[in-house]
């Protein structure tokens, strides 16, 4: 039997397929920190339909959703993918990259590092990948400690 999936609103800009903790009541922003307690992964594609903007004369959206938009969020059992940070192997574990000067470089999936501590996992990597790809994972938000 699926899970009950909520919609829910960003509290900030949040980039597609990046791991999403909870900002406040059914609101989530991308995960920043290593504290952040993962809840599901962002939506895949972005907000608005591809080359829109260009159409009407802007400039087209990187984001799945800005502060205030409604976004899917994939939760605990679902399958979806998340953009690499790194390398990943099928099976592993990932978690949250926290590293990158800008809001577009966090959020993504890495493995678990070997230094001693606490770790949100997000999921469990489906297949390998190379950084800047699309891994598929099963999501599953738990707390390790290395």
Do not use: W
Request: glycine content about 14%.
């Amino acid at each position: 039997m699926p899970l009950y999936n909520p919609s829910f609103q960003a509290g900030g800009d949040i980039f597609p397929a990046r791991f999403v903790t909870v900002s406040g009541e059914f609101e989530v922003s991308q995960v920043t920190t290593t504290s952040h307690p993962i809840i599901g992964v962002s939506q895949e594609g972005t907000f608005d339909p591809p080359n829109l903007a260009t159409l009407l004369g802007g400039t087209e959206s990187k984001l799945a959703a800005s502060i205030g938009k409604t976004l899917k969020v994939f939760g605990l059992g679902d399958v979806c993918m998340v953009l690499a940070g790194g390398t990943i192997v099928a099976g592993a574990k990932v978690i949250a990259s926290t590293s990158g000067s800008t809001q577009e470089g966090k959020g993504k999936a890495i493995t678990i590092p070997t230094t001693a501590g606490t770790h949100q996992v997000g999921g469990i990597a489906l297949n390998s990948v190379a950084a800047g790809e699309k891994v598929l994972i099963q999501v599953n938000p738990h707390v390790v400690v290395v």
